[in-house]
């Protein structure tokens, strides 16, 4: 138990800055100003953890993603296809060189008596692999990247196909491939009248670090909100995101220290883990148990060799991993370090801004204490509009920071015109300026998400993450689905952004997308029917079990066949609020008379027929089928006609809870309406009460 109790502390047991020297070191600049307004947990944000907590803990129970395996077995054959094919074209090639022929695809040569330079496989992977497919990645934009993005068309330029070059056309798609979770990539007037006024004051750049001429009244201004926002002393801003892990985490980290880091960690994390003199361990992704485990084997281990005690333990996380699109489970983990003493380190590049009630974050969102985060890190690009990073703590570890991290020493600072940019996207979070656009943004991002991701598990993809994460992965598998599913999304003007290997493993390629608020629902819902449309054609519907009405449960079936009613028609609708027609369709789609849709399914419940409609924009309304006579008066006994049946049931109002008996369905004469114009399919449909 000793060594337990020095993993993390020093020897009187109080708590410890890690990398810090001994003594407190006082900060060179200025104290926060009364103007700013510190962090104070919302009583939304608390009530908002309480309704998902237990919810949390069912959707939790260590599941693990795994691979259908005809998805495996399908995209290992491919790749060995693939491998195949390129190493016989490199034979024929290096046999051409030979002779005086040349393909123009051949490897680089090398000088006679030199080792090859290039990797090997890298090298083999780019020119047989990516360069085949490179048109579906890094294409170039002339426009901002908000809802709407001007995507510059490129062609193959060389034999090799590797290069490519405009072609002077572009293509204006919705765009959901940029981190422009809140919006603030596009232009706000008075933002950018603020943005340009720095600019003209204090130039396009100070072209110096910070600890010469690259601090500003505005850097020091972003430093005190970013601290003042996640409730925390003080904070240390970088010029680059990904510099500031590959930078920070070597100097807190030091010889006989230990990082513990997730095994999806983002790469700037690994980088800077393995530039550090610490020793690395890794846990199962996003497992607390994991975790536990490795820290306990750690610590009884002790240091290689001389089996000490670790001088301190560093556990390294992301609030929000953008592969997965999930969601950290800081509550467990946090409660983990605290057992065994290690610090906690929170990347919050994707989820500051983007989660949580008033948008601080993943520890907001799980109901976490500022003062049980040892350190944030984070970056101003994914939902401040803005470039560069951040390192907030307490006072003694960011002038630590600030002293020894290359990135804050030597590194060129941030562009004075964008650190006004982000300070101002703080100051509208913090309604600072009069106005709630921040909240909005915030809620509309979550309601953004929600309902995309529930169009996506509705239409049978496969898709990671949680829910309120505004990165939605769908997993491809294939990498012949890779550039299929790039290409013909742009050219139904959907602009997506497809991940595969050495980003991912090799058999997990996936699109991921990226929601912002600045998305509309109508943007959304024609988003999800180019989806729907793409995935059937590229088939990746893996979740897919056939048309929700194809196989009726025996109860329906023997209805059925007594009572002859047919759900797939038209229908008139009375809402409560609103009265309208409701056209049933055999593929599992339903269409309101002004346009609205959504996926229908018929289930057996207590004996009763139950209608779902679940739309693509608003909340689920079931109804129940009964039998009626004339003037709407229920009958208990069914009756014969199909005329004189109807849906009854609950309609949902945004905002309140369902009202009782105010939705009801009841058949026009015309029952099996076709949809444009064209003959109905009455094999996938089948007969109810």
């Known amino acids: 138990?000793?060594?337990?109790?020095?993993?993390?502390?020093?020897?009187?047991?109080?708590?410890?800055?890690?990398?810090?020297?001994?003594?407190?070191?006082?900060?060179?600049?200025?104290?926060?100003?009364?103007?700013?307004?510190?962090?104070?947990?919302?009583?939304?944000?608390?009530?908002?953890?309480?309704?998902?907590?237990?919810?949390?803990?069912?959707?939790?129970?260590?599941?693990?993603?795994?691979?259908p395996w005809i998805a495996a077995l399908t995209t290992y054959f491919s790749y060995a296809m693939l491998f195949l094919f390129g190493s016989l074209r490199d034979m024929l090639d290096n046999a051409a060189a030979l002779v005086g022929l040349g393909f123009g695809g051949e490897e680089p040569a090398n000088e006679k008596g030199y080792g090859k330079l290039l990797n090997d496989f890298q090298d083999f992977y780019t020119r047989r692999l990516y360069y085949r497919i490179q048109d579906c990645f890094n294409r170039p934009i002339s426009s901002a990247p908000g809802a709407w993005i001007d995507v510059m068309e490129r062609e193959f330029s060389a034999p090799d196909q590797s290069a490519m070059r405009p072609t002077g056309d572009v293509i204006t798609?919705?765009?959901?491939?940029?981190?422009?979770?809140?919006?603030?990539?596009?232009?706000?007037?008075?933002?950018?009248?603020?943005?340009?006024?720095?600019?003209?004051?204090?130039?396009?750049?100070?072209?110096?670090?910070?600890?010469?001429?690259?601090?500003?009244?505005?850097?020091?201004?972003?430093?005190?909100?970013?601290?003042?926002?996640?409730?925390?002393?003080?904070?240390?801003?970088?010029?680059?995101?990904?510099?500031?892990?590959?930078?920070?985490?070597?100097?807190?980290?030091?010889?006989?220290?230990?990082?513990?880091?997730?095994?999806?960690?983002?790469?700037?994390?690994?980088?800077?883990?393995?530039?550090?003199?610490?020793?690395?361990?890794?846990?199962?992704?996003?497992?607390?148990?994991?975790?536990?485990?490795?820290?306990?084997?750690?610590?009884?281990?002790?240091?290689?060799?001389?089996?000490?005690?670790?001088?301190?333990?560093?556990?390294?996380v992301e609030g929000l991993y953008s592969m997965e699109g999930e969601i950290c489970r800081l509550k467990e983990i946090v409660a983990v370090c605290k057992k065994y003493k290690a610090y906690v380190y929170v990347d919050e590049a994707h989820s500051i801004g983007a989660l949580g009630a008033t948008g601080r974050g993943v520890m907001e969102h799980c109901g976490v204490p500022p003062e049980d985060v040892d350190v944030f890190m984070g970056t101003y690009t994914k939902s401040f509009g803005s470039v560069g990073g951040y390192i907030a703590s307490s006072q003694a570890v960011c002038d630590f920071v600030r002293r020894s991290s290359p990135g804050a020493a030597y590194a060129c600072s941030m562009a004075p015109a964008c650190a006004t940019q982000a300070s101002m996207a703080f100051r509208m979070l913090a309604g600072e300026d009069g106005t709630n656009k921040g909240q909005q943004k915030i809620q509309q991002l979550r309601r953004n998400a929600n309902l995309f991701r529930a169009g996506l598990e509705r239409m049978g993809c496969e898709v990671l993450g949680d829910r309120d994460s505004p990165v939605i992965p769908v997993m491809l598998y294939n990498p012949a689905k890779i550039p299929?599913?790039?290409?013909?999304?742009?050219?139904?003007?959907?602009?997506?952004?497809?991940?595969?290997?050495?980003?991912?493993?090799?058999?997990?390629?996936?699109?991921?997308?990226?929601?912002?608020?600045?998305?509309?629902?109508?943007?959304?819902?024609?988003?999800?029917?180019?989806?729907?449309?793409?995935?059937?054609?590229?088939?990746?519907?893996?979740?897919?079990?056939?048309?929700?009405?194809?196989?009726?449960?025996?109860?329906?079936?023997?209805?059925?066949?007594?009572?002859?009613?047919?759900?797939v028609g038209l229908w008139d609708a009375t809402h409560v609020m609103w009265s309208d027609t409701l056209r049933i369709d055999d593929d599992g789609r339903f269409t309101r008379g002004n346009g609205f849709a959504g996926s229908w399914n018929v289930a057996m419940r207590d004996g009763k027929t139950i209608l779902r409609l679940e739309w693509d924009r608003w909340p689920t309304e079931e109804l129940e089928l009964n039998s009626y006579e004339d003037g709407d008066n229920v009958s208990k006994s069914p009756c014969a006609s199909?005329?004189?049946?109807?849906?009854?049931?609950?309609?949902?109002?945004?905002?309140?809870?369902?009202?009782?008996?105010?939705?009801?369905?009841?058949?026009?004469?015309?029952?099996?309406s076709p949809r444009d114009g064209a003959v109905p399919k009455r094999t996938a449909t089948f007969k109810l009460l």
């Open 1 to 67: 138990m000793g060594t337990m109790g020095m993993a993390g502390r020093t020897e009187t047991g109080s708590r410890r800055v890690p990398g810090s020297p001994s003594k407190e070191m006082h900060s060179p600049t200025k104290a926060r100003t009364s103007r700013v307004p510190t962090y104070q947990p919302q009583r939304s944000s608390r009530k908002l953890f309480k309704e998902k907590e237990h919810m949390a803990e069912e959707e939790h129970e260590e599941v693990e993603h795994t691979v």
């Open 173 to 316: 798609a919705l765009n959901l491939s940029s981190y422009n979770y809140l919006g603030f990539a596009e232009s706000d007037l008075e933002m950018r009248d603020q943005v340009v006024a720095t600019m003209r004051r204090l130039g396009v750049s100070s072209a110096s670090p910070r600890s010469e001429l690259g601090t500003t009244d505005v850097h020091r201004e972003l430093e005190e909100r970013t601290a003042a926002f996640l409730g925390k002393q003080a904070a240390v801003v970088f010029g680059m995101g990904f510099a500031t892990n590959s930078t920070v985490l070597p100097v807190l980290a030091g010889a006989g220290g230990l990082i513990i880091s997730d095994e999806l960690n983002h790469s700037s994390i690994v980088v800077g883990a393995r530039g550090s003199a610490a020793r690395i361990q890794v846990f199962k992704h996003n497992c607390p148990k994991s975790l536990e485990e490795t820290i306990r084997c750690a610590i009884a281990e002790g240091q290689p060799r001389t089996h000490r005690p670790w001088r301190k333990i560093l556990v390294v």
């Open 484 to 567: 299929a599913f790039s290409r013909e999304c742009l050219k139904r003007k959907l602009a997506v952004v497809v991940v595969g290997f050495p980003a991912t493993p090799v058999i997990k390629s996936r699109v991921r997308f990226c929601i912002s608020a600045a998305h509309t629902e109508a943007d959304l819902i024609s988003a999800l029917r180019v989806v729907d449309k793409v995935a059937e054609s590229v088939m990746v519907k893996y979740k897919w079990s056939g048309r929700p009405n194809v196989t009726p449960a025996g109860e329906v079936l023997r209805q059925s066949a007594k009572h002859h009613m047919e759900v």
């Open 642 to 672: 199909p005329r004189r049946h109807m849906f009854t049931g609950a309609a949902n109002l945004v905002g309140s809870t369902p009202v009782q008996q105010n939705f009801k369905l009841r058949p026009r004469e015309d029952p099996l």
